[in-house]
C-alpha cells in the first residue's frame, strides 16, 4: 500500500507552465516546485520570466525559463526540445496563459475575437500535442492541467465589462480538457481543469471593478477572495499521482461563490 504523502510527491518530475511569470501561474509552479518537481516557465516577456526563475531558484526550486509566444504555433516543438533538453522530459504541463480583451459582443472584433482564441485554446491544445507526442505518449504517462474560468461556466455579470471571447474561450477549455481526457486515457495521461474565481490578478484589476468584486463577496460562503496559495494545492493533486484515476474533471476554485444564486443579506439590510 502506497503512503498516501508520497502520492503527492513530485520528486523527480518536471513540469511546464505556461504563463508562469507572474500571478497565478507563478503560484502554481512554486506550487509544483514546493511538491519536488523542476519547473520551466514561459511567458512573452524576458524581463518577467528572468525575474520569476530568479525569486522561484531562491526558494530552492529548480527553475528554468524561455520568453515565448505562444500564439507562434509553429514553434512549439522547438519550445519543448528547449526544455527537454534543459531539465529533461516534460511530465506535467499546465495551461495556464490567456488572454481578455472587453468588448461588447455588438463592437467585438474579428482581430480581437482571434487573438483571444489563439492564446486560450488553440495554443493550448497545440502545446498539448506537442508535449504529448514528444514526451508522453511514447512514455505512456503524463499529467495535463488545463486553467478555465468561472467566465467558462456562463456569461458575465450585466454590471461588469463584456469579455464574450474570453468566456467563450474558456468554456471551450473545458470541453477539451474532456476530449483530451477521453482520446489520451489510453495512454495513461490525465487531463483535467481548474476553473478559479475571484482571485486578484493583473487581468482582473483591468477587466473587473471594485463593484463586481465586492459582490462576488457578498456571495462567497468562504467570505473571502483567493489567495497566493489557494490553487497550490489543486494544481498538486492534479499534477500527482494522488489524482491516478482522476480524469477530465472540474474543479472550481471560488470559496463556494458559484454554488449561491443570491448575494448574501447583511444585518440592516432590506431583505424584500
Known amino acids: ?104 459582443a455588438e463592437e467585438h472584433s474579428l482581430a480581437d475575437w482571434n487573438a483571444v482564441m489563439d ?12 508535449v504529448g507526442v514528444r514526451c508522453m505518449i511514447p512514455r505512456r504517462t503524463g499529467k495535463i492541467v488545463n486553467i478555465s474560468s468561472i467566465g467558462g461556466l456562463g456569461g458575465t455579470a450585466i454590471d461588469t465589462p463584456y469579455i464574450v471571447s474570453y468566456s467563450a474561450s474558456k468554456g471551450a477549455v473545458i470541453s477539451l480538457t474532456r476530449a483530451l481526457a477521453t482520446e489520451w486515457g489510453r495512454h495513461n495521461i490525465n487531463v483535467n481543469v481548474i476553473a478559479p474565481g475571484n482571485f486578484p490578478s493583473s487581468m482582473t484589476e483591468s477587466t473587473l471593478p471594485k463593484a463586481h468584486h465586492d459582490r462576488v463577496m457578498a456571495k462567497t460562503p468562504l467570505g473571502r477572495v483567493g489567495g497566493r496559495d489557494d490553487l497550490k494545492g489543486v494544481a498538486v493533486f492534479f ?20 454554488t449561491t444564486n443570491y448575494s448574501a443579506v447583511r444585518e440592516g439590510d432590506d431583505a424584500a
Open 1 to 104: 500500500m502506497t503512503l498516501v504523502t508520497s502520492m503527492f510527491d513530485l520528486s523527480g518530475k518536471v513540469a511546464l507552465v505556461t504563463g508562469g511569470s507572474r500571478g497565478l501561474g507563478l503560484d502554481m509552479a512554486r506550487g509544483l516546485g514546493e511538491a519536488g518537481a523542476s519547473v520551466a516557465i514561459t511567458a512573452r516577456h524576458a524581463d518577467e520570466v528572468i525575474a520569476a526563475v530568479q525569486s522561484l531558484r531562491a526558494d530552492g526550486i529548480t527553475a528554468f525559463g524561455v520568453p515565448h509566444d505562444l500564439s507562434d504555433l509553429t514553434a512549439m516543438p522547438e519550445l519543448v526540445d528547449q526544455i527537454v533538453a534543459e531539465l529533461g522530459e516534460i511530465d506535467i504541463l499546465v495551461n495556464n496563459a490567456a488572454l481578455s480583451i472587453v468588448s461588447a
Open 119 to 130: 492564446i486560450n485554446i488553440t495554443s493550448m491544445f497545440f502545446l498539448s500535442q506537442a
Open 239 to 258: 499534477a500527482s499521482e494522488a489524482s491516478r484515476h482522476v480524469t477530465g474533471q472540474l474543479i472550481v476554485v471560488d470559496g463556494g461563490a458559484f
